[in-house]
């Protein structure tokens, strides 16, 4: 009995299942994937395992005479710039200047890698086939010490080529062996030498983790792209088909916001399966829980401890990514129980640092400082430094000179290079938000040929065009001084992307790309199909749609509209507040039980019958739409506008707006710089709203991350909350303001509900927050709210944008008042620190116009 104890629930059971053939020698397959610290110790005191921690090597930066040419480049995070699609064969010569290669003679499992000469007959491997006829000499040298190199002269054109034997691609470690160390930032990275796993076989998940935990560890952004781009040049060489897998797992994402596969265990879950893996109990677990704020770093800690009577199969990052999704995908009586299985299948695998990412990635927060934009910077310059190949590429030959193209190029052509790849990267995926897509491309045409493969698509959401805040109809004559504009609704309702599919197929997106379909039952099943019965292609839409437009089809077979949805009066005839919008179910809404009635109003088109239109100007956008679509009152129409520069017109204008239960107006550039820009908070498309000319500041939208027990009347609820931005580049929540104006008792009491079941015990690590103001209840970021303020100071009790506007102070918000909850945001959509100090800068500059003379804040806000 004393024996018995020592075994957790899951390893007694697995026991049971796995006693099949033998006893000292009878096989027990699954005992030895279970933890075995004490059945070690009962069987044997002098049983030793050959199983080492792999060490976790720093970068060693220090000699000057290993400094390598960063390939680091400043590059603006939005796709807005001109993307230079520099093809590498109009650089080849200047590419080809090749230096001798020594690569260390290893022994492999009969890998051959030949180059292949392109040409017509011979494509070859797209993106690289220009190089290899430059650099078909001096490719390898033969030498005791390095592999076998043959010359071979194709029989046809006389064109040599090299062929790189076995050796000459060190055969890397085998992943089962955890003596080696695993270091991205390594100086002089090679993609091949410094990569511990197999040409052709699935990345090691530790490899990933090793990742995780330097980037983790580094606050420098370029030293996070850096290595987090060694690591792409390894898979994208070694093994392509995990490239879109690893990316994923880099943003914590089983696929496209659309397809809606969400991985969020609950903390329940996850410490039950670390329970019974481990053999702890739950109560310890969560005491530790509370001592260390991570779960993540709970289980690391316990799991290093844990010693196993047999070493289990490597997690590889193609098995955890299709358990997670197996996960994700679970629902029924009986989802908890096989959840709790899948997990604990998985963590007796882990080795060291796999376990702390792994129930990271589980619980849906990753939390490492790794925001989308560096991953993209990263796969750029990766495909820019190792051009990435298909798996059959690979093995029909690729040139070793291929493992670091930048060999024999001068920095100015290199950093050239490498912007424009970056560029074409981050303009692919803007137009085309797919990982897989993107992926595909790079492995078929490199960063060149994206636009052959990753373009705006119906069905795959784009995100959108967002406009920046001004503070008066003179503000916007300045901005657009002798540029044509117009003014249109600003309507108060829930932002919608429609994708025409096909005349029988229609979908609806939010602003964050997730699928809203069954939202809207009435608008995809019901309105829209009378839409497109009534729209037809004229002959003037047909001439602003350009060379590319079907002159023969006039019928709408697919489009993509970007759209505002707003609560409908049908009785009354006019917009109703969006609060009434948000009453509506958020899924699988029943179209014969809707009771909040909604219109559609169109205000932009970006695709129509196969032709973008996110590069023609927004007065073409706008004929082409007026054209094509006709109006149904109260149900589908187009927004209302005014093409004016005067004053009084548009000063008019706005109060009819307001009038008409609207927010404001939305001015935009007819012309100049008028294109579609994805993903862009842009200057050419400004809001005005009322609350800016009523002396009042922007608003934002601030995560509630604590609260304050209530006093008088507010006794026994919340009276206060503690309320935070959003920094996207460290992945961190930053204290703002305290909050308590603005909401009813009834809102109150129903806050109080909402937040009991999201207290934790002690602020999470990822919040940053000043020592003296701590909340009595500390909340999971889970609610967003949109917040009014007079205007934002520089605070020393708050940490939003701290560093940018103060070297030590934050910004907070001066008398915020709270409006109403944000339902169509994350807590990861809330404003972001670089906003409010773009706010706070904004409003300096005002008081600066008068010759820095300090105004009375009331004539300004």
Same mark, same amino acid.
């Given at each position: 009995?004393?024996?018995?104890?020592?075994?957790?629930?899951?390893?007694?059971?697995?026991?049971?299942?796995?006693?099949?053939?033998?006893?000292?020698?009878?096989?027990?397959?699954?005992?030895?994937?279970?933890?075995?610290?004490?059945?070690?110790?009962?069987?044997?005191?002098?049983?030793?395992?050959?199983?080492?921690?792999?060490?976790?090597?720093?970068?060693?930066?220090?000699?000057?005479?290993?400094?390598?040419?960063?390939?680091?480049?400043?590059?603006?995070?939005?796709?807005?710039?001109?993307?230079?699609?520099?093809?590498?064969?109009?650089?080849?010569?200047?590419?080809?200047?090749?230096?001798?290669?020594?690569?260390?003679?290893?022994?492999?499992?009969?890998?051959?890698?030949?180059?292949?000469?392109?040409?017509?007959?011979?494509?070859?491997?797209?993106?690289?086939?220009?190089?290899?006829?430059?650099?078909?000499?001096?490719?390898?040298?033969?030498?005791?010490?390095?592999?076998?190199?043959?010359?071979?002269?194709?029989?046809?054109?006389?064109?040599?080529?090299?062929?790189?034997?076995?050796?000459?691609?060190?055969?890397?470690?085998?992943?089962?062996?955890?003596?080696?160390?695993?270091?991205?930032?390594?100086?002089?990275?090679?993609?091949?030498?410094?990569?511990?796993?197999?040409?052709?076989?699935?990345?090691?998940?530790?490899?990933?983790?090793?990742?995780?935990?330097?980037?983790?560890?580094?606050?420098?952004?370029?030293?996070?792209?850096?290595?987090?781009?060694?690591?792409?040049?390894?898979?994208?060489?070694?093994?392509?088909?995990?490239?879109?897998?690893?990316?994923?797992?880099?943003?914590?994402?089983?696929?496209?916001?659309?397809?809606?596969?969400?991985?969020? *265990?609950?903390?329940?879950?996850?410490?039950?399966? +670390?329970?019974?893996? &481990? #053999? %702890?109990?739950? !109560?310890?677990? @969560?005491?530790?829980?509370?001592?260390?704020?991570?779960?993540?770093?709970?289980?690391?800690?316990?799991?290093?401890?844990?010693?196993?009577?047999?070493?289990?199969?490597?997690?590889?990052?193609?098995?955890?990514?299709?358990?997670?999704?197996?996960?994700?995908?679970?629902?029924?009586?009986?989802?908890?129980?096989?959840?709790?299985?899948?997990?604990?299948?998985?963590?007796?695998?882990?080795?060291?640092?796999?376990?702390?990412?792994?129930?990271?990635?589980?619980?849906?927060?990753?939390?490492?400082?790794?925001?989308?934009?560096?991953?993209?910077?990263?796969?750029?310059?990766?495909?820019?430094?190792?051009?990435?190949?298909?798996?059959?590429? *690979?093995?029909?030959?690729?040139?070793?000179?291929? +493992?670091?193209?930048? &060999? #024999? %190029?001068?920095? !100015?052509?290199? @950093?050239?290079?490498?912007?424009?790849?970056?560029?074409?990267?981050?303009?692919?995926?803007?137009?085309?938000?797919?990982?897989?897509?993107?992926?595909?491309?790079?492995?078929?045409?490199?960063?060149?040929?994206?636009?052959?493969?990753?373009?705006?698509?119906?069905?795959?959401?784009?995100?959108?065009?967002?406009?920046?805040?001004?503070?008066?109809?003179?503000?916007?004559?300045?901005?657009?001084?002798?540029?044509?504009?117009?003014?249109?609704?600003?309507?108060?309702?829930?932002?919608?992307?429609?994708?025409?599919?096909?005349?029988?197929?229609?979908?609806?997106?939010?602003?964050?790309?997730?699928?809203?379909?069954?939202?809207?039952?009435?608008?995809?099943?019901?309105?829209?199909?009378?839409? +497109?019965?009534?729209?037809?292609?004229?002959?003037?839409?047909?001439?602003?749609?350009?060379?590319?437009?079907?002159?023969?089809?006039?019928?709408?077979?697919?489009?993509?509209?970007?759209?505002?949805?707003?609560?409908?009066?049908?009785?009354?005839?006019?917009?109703?507040?969006?609060?009434?919008?948000?009453?509506?179910?958020?899924?699988?809404?029943?179209?014969?039980?809707?009771?909040?009635?909604?219109?559609?109003?169109?205000?932009?088109?970006?695709?129509?019958?196969?032709?973008?239109?996110?590069?023609?100007?927004?007065?073409?956008?706008?004929?082409?739409?007026?054209?094509?679509?006709?109006?149904?009152?109260?149900?589908?129409?187009?927004?209302?506008?005014?093409?004016?520069?005067?004053?009084?017109?548009?000063?008019?204008?706005?109060?009819?707006?307001?009038?008409?239960?609207?927010?404001?107006?939305?001015?935009?550039?007819?012309?100049?710089?008028?294109?579609?820009?994805?993903?862009?908070?842009?200057?050419?498309?400004?809001?005005?709203?009322?609350?800016?000319?009523?002396?009042?500041?922007?608003?934002?939208?601030?995560?509630?991350?604590?609260?304050?027990?209530?006093?008088?009347?507010?006794?026994?609820?919340?009276?206060?909350?503690?309320?935070?931005?959003?920094?996207?580049?460290?992945?961190?929540?930053?204290?703002?303001?305290?909050?308590?104006?603005?909401?009813?008792?009834?809102?109150?009491?129903?806050?109080?509900?909402?937040?009991?079941?999201?207290?934790?015990?002690?602020?999470?690590?990822?919040?940053?927050?000043?020592?003296?103001?701590?909340?009595?209840?500390?909340?999971?970021?889970?609610?967003?709210?949109?917040?009014?303020?007079?205007?934002?100071?520089?605070?020393?009790?708050?940490?939003?944008?701290?560093?940018?506007?103060?070297?030590?102070?934050?910004?907070?918000?001066?008398?915020?008042?709270?409006?109403?909850?944000?339902?169509?945001?994350?807590?990861?959509?809330?404003?972001?620190?670089?906003?409010?100090?773009?706010?706070?800068?904004?409003?300096?500059?005002?008081?600066?116009?008068?010759?820095?003379?300090?105004?009375?804040?009331?004539?300004?806000?």
């Amino acid at each position: 009995m004393p024996f018995a104890l020592r075994f957790s629930p899951y390893f007694l059971g697995c026991c049971v299942r796995s006693f099949h053939h033998r006893y000292l020698g009878y096989h027990l397959n699954l005992i030895g994937k279970m933890p075995q610290k004490s059945l070690l110790s009962f069987f044997s005191n002098n049983v030793k395992t050959d199983e080492k921690p792999i060490p976790v090597s720093g970068s060693s930066n220090a000699h000057p005479l290993n400094k390598r040419r960063r390939l680091i480049v400043d590059s603006d995070d939005s796709c807005d710039g001109t993307a230079q699609n520099i093809d590498i064969a109009e650089c080849s010569k200047t590419f080809c200047e090749v230096s001798e290669q020594k690569v260390a003679s290893r022994d492999s499992d009969n890998l051959s890698i030949r180059g292949v000469k392109a040409d017509d007959d011979n494509p070859g491997i797209p993106m690289i086939h220009d190089i290899r006829n430059e650099c078909k000499e001096n490719l390898c040298t033969p030498s005791k010490s390095s592999p076998e190199c043959k010359q071979r002269k194709h029989p046809a054109t006389g064109n040599v080529t090299t062929e790189i034997t076995s050796a000459q691609i060190p055969s890397p470690c085998p992943a089962s062996q955890t003596t080696l160390a695993y270091n991205p930032a390594k100086e002089n990275y090679h993609p091949v030498q410094d990569a511990p796993w197999e040409c052709g076989s699935s990345v090691p998940y530790l490899c990933l983790a090793k990742t995780f935990e330097f980037i983790e560890s580094t606050s420098g952004r370029l030293k996070i792209i850096e290595a987090l781009s060694n690591f792409f040049r390894s898979v994208g060489f070694l093994s392509p088909d995990d490239l879109s897998t690893c990316i994923h797992l880099c943003l914590n994402q089983l696929g496209p916001a659309y397809e809606g596969n969400e991985l969020g *265990v609950g903390e329940t879950i996850l410490l039950k399966a +670390l329970g019974m893996t &481990t #053999g %702890v109990g739950l !109560e310890h677990l @969560k005491a530790k829980l509370k001592s260390q704020g991570d779960l993540g770093s709970l289980a690391e800690s316990i799991r290093s401890r844990q010693k196993t009577m047999f070493t289990p199969k490597p997690l590889t990052v193609s098995m955890v990514f299709s358990k997670l999704k197996e996960i994700a995908s679970m629902s029924g009586n009986s989802s908890q129980a096989k959840k709790v299985e899948k997990i604990c299948s998985l963590l007796v695998a882990c080795r060291e640092c796999e376990a702390k990412y792994l129930i990271r990635s589980l619980s849906g927060k990753l939390r490492i400082g790794l925001a989308e934009q560096s991953v993209l910077t990263a796969l750029g310059q990766a495909a820019a430094v190792t051009p990435f190949h298909s798996a059959a590429a *690979v093995k029909v030959g690729v040139p070793s000179r291929l +493992l670091d193209v930048s &060999t #024999g %190029v001068s920095n !100015e052509q290199w @950093k050239t290079r490498v912007e424009a790849c970056v560029a074409n990267v981050k303009k692919a995926y803007c137009v085309c938000p797919n990982y897989d897509k993107l992926v595909a491309g790079l492995l078929a045409d490199g960063p060149d040929g994206l636009h052959f493969h990753c373009f705006i698509t119906p069905g795959i959401p784009v995100k959108p065009m967002l406009a920046h805040p001004t503070r008066g109809v003179v503000d916007v004559l300045k901005r657009f001084d002798e540029a044509d504009f117009t003014c249109e609704y600003k309507y108060d309702g829930e932002r919608a992307q429609i994708h025409v599919l096909d005349p029988r197929t229609c979908r609806v997106y939010s602003r964050n790309q997730e699928d809203n379909t069954s939202k809207y039952p009435d608008i995809v099943n019901t309105l829209m199909p009378r839409v +497109l019965q009534s729209a037809k292609l004229t002959e003037a839409a047909l001439q602003h749609m350009g060379s590319e437009a079907d002159s023969k089809n006039t019928a709408v077979e697919s489009c993509i509209l970007d759209a505002e949805v707003v609560a409908w009066d049908r009785q009354g005839g006019h917009i109703l507040p969006f609060q009434v919008l948000s009453t509506r179910k958020r899924k699988d809404v029943d179209e014969a039980a809707v009771k909040v009635q909604v219109c559609v109003y169109a205000f932009d088109i970006l695709f129509i019958n196969g032709v973008s239109l996110i590069e023609k100007p927004l007065r073409v956008r706008r004929e082409i739409i007026r054209e094509t679509f006709s109006q149904i009152h109260g149900e589908f129409m187009l927004a209302t506008s005014l093409d004016s520069s005067d004053t009084e017109q548009i000063a008019s204008f706005l109060e009819e707006s307001i009038k008409g239960n609207c927010e404001g107006l939305m001015v935009k550039t007819l012309d100049r710089n008028s294109t579609y820009e994805i993903a862009k908070r842009s200057h050419n498309w400004l809001k005005l709203k009322k609350d800016y000319l009523d002396n009042v500041g922007d608003t934002l939208d601030l995560v509630v991350i604590g609260g304050f027990h209530g006093s008088g009347k507010r006794a026994g609820r919340y009276g206060g909350f503690l309320l935070a931005c959003y920094d996207a580049e460290c992945e961190e929540y930053q204290t703002i303001c305290k909050i308590g104006t603005g909401m009813t008792d009834e809102d109150l009491a129903k806050f109080s509900a909402y937040f009991k079941d999201y207290i934790v015990d002690n602020a999470k690590a990822y919040y940053q927050f000043a020592p003296g103001l701590v909340p009595d209840h500390w909340f999971e970021p889970t609610q967003v709210w949109e917040v009014k303020a007079a205007d934002l100071s520089i605070s020393p009790a708050h940490k939003a944008a701290a560093g940018l506007a103060d070297p030590e102070k934050g910004i907070s918000l001066r008398f915020p008042r709270f409006l109403r909850i944000r339902e169509d945001k994350k807590p990861e959509d809330a404003t972001t620190a670089q906003q409010v100090y773009e706010m706070y800068k904004s409003q300096e500059q005002i008081k600066n116009q008068d010759g820095g003379q300090v105004q009375n804040e009331d004539d300004l806000y």
